[in-house]
């Protein structure tokens, strides 16, 4: 049975047609409406949260400083900036805030161009991805085809080599190439580029004048080209990248869910990003109901026998060199159990 997203609430927050699978689960139309119902002020919350958090470690790190103490901060203030970039994804699918010129300044200015890239040039790309996701039209393998980084299964020492490059910034060009490839699919308006970079010009010339440039160096720069770069190659094996598919599999079995612990939720996998065949199944369901959206699919006849569940990401790697470990999963495993059935509100609006 194929399925297509036709009870999808919203036109243009993710239904891409038909990308093929043979998964064969559905949601009601009631299930899906209330699943994607925007809620503003948890969005909002999770926002500030995130640079209050960036704030206070940045604090604690300079007020009691120790090497031991500045390399832990580094890589929580990167598992931070990579929250800040999921969030900026649900943005990027109108999935932040109601009113879409709101949702959409929130995504760049708030979100996006403090990691250097912009959601209106993401949000081409990305749903470029969704529609033709691992097909010869999908802009993201077209960037990784040809490249051995991306070729599945690898020799263990060659991708702990990867990992640890990732990690000290060796491989931090590779990330600001990746950008570029992004930003040249999208025509930026002149006055859009004017904003941007008065941005930039703005934000430094007030961190200059605060006698902050070292400290923007080293609790904003560095983490971004070390840490963010090392979980972002993680995260992109994680979603499709090192999966088997049988003979006449399509599309979406070539995507993963992982199942988190709790310090990947931190500092690697954070706002449930690791669900990531129900974001592709119902994109125009926020991050904070994936973990519900998940637990009922996995109640669903055909879903747990067809979707790709990986159990945490150390599991993940160990498939990305050619190990299996055990990978299907179980509600129970998921806390599942837990979760309630969500109340079928027909009035409910996206």
């Keep these: 049975m194929n399925y297509r997203t036709a009870t999808e609430p919203s036109s243009d927050a993710g239904r891409y047609g ?90 760049e200015v708030v979100l996006a161009w403090p990691h250097l890239v912009s959601a209106r040039q993401y949000r081409k790309n990305h749903f470029g991805h969704h529609k033709y996701l691992n097909t010869a039209d999908d802009p993201d393998l077209k960037r990784r085809a040809g490249d051995a980084a991306w070729v599945f299964p690898q020799a263990a020492p060659n991708m702990a080599k990867m990992l640890f490059r ?50 923007f160096a080293l609790y904003w720069i560095v983490p971004m080209f070390t840490w963010l770069v090392m979980i972002m190659r993680i995260r992109s094996i994680a979603e499709h990248h090192a999966i088997d598919t049988g003979e006449g599999q399509t599309s979406y079995p070539r995507t993963r869910t992982t199942q988190a612990t709790l310090i990947e939720r931190i500092f690697l996998a954070p706002k449930n990003v690791n669900y990531h065949i129900e974001h592709h199944f119902f994109p125009s369901v926020p991050f904070y109901r994936l973990p519900e959206l998940h637990a009922i699919l996995m109640s669903k006849p055909g879903y747990r026998e067809g979707a790709h569940v990986t159990r945490t990401y150390w599991g993940v790697l160990e498939e990305s060199v050619g190990r299996t470990p055990s990978r299907r999963a179980s509600v129970r495993a998921e806390g599942g159990s837990n979760i309630k059935p969500i109340q079928r509100v027909a009035e409910a609006t996206v």
């Design 166 to 215: 990732d990690a000290v910034g060796l491989n931090a060009p590779a990330m600001l190439k990746l950008a570029a490839s992004v930003a040249a699919a999208d025509s930026v308006p002149a006055g859009f580029l004017a904003l941007r970079y008065g941005f930039y010009a703005v934000a430094l010339g007030i961190i200059a004048y605060a006698g902050a440039l070292e400290g």
């Design 18 to 107: 038909d990308a093929g699978t043979n998964i064969p689960v559905k949601l009601t139309k009631e299930e899906l409406t209330e699943l994607s119902t925007i809620k503003p002020l948890i969005a909002c919350m999770h926002v500030a949260a995130e640079w209050a958090l960036i704030v206070a470690t940045i604090y604690l790190c300079h007020r009691y400083w120790n090497p031991m103490l500045y390399i832990l901060a580094v890589a929580f203030i990167g598992s931070r900036q990579h929250a800040l970039l999921v969030l900026m994804h649900d943005g990027v699918h109108y999935r932040l805030l109601r009113n879409r010129r709101l949702n959409d300044w929130m995504s």
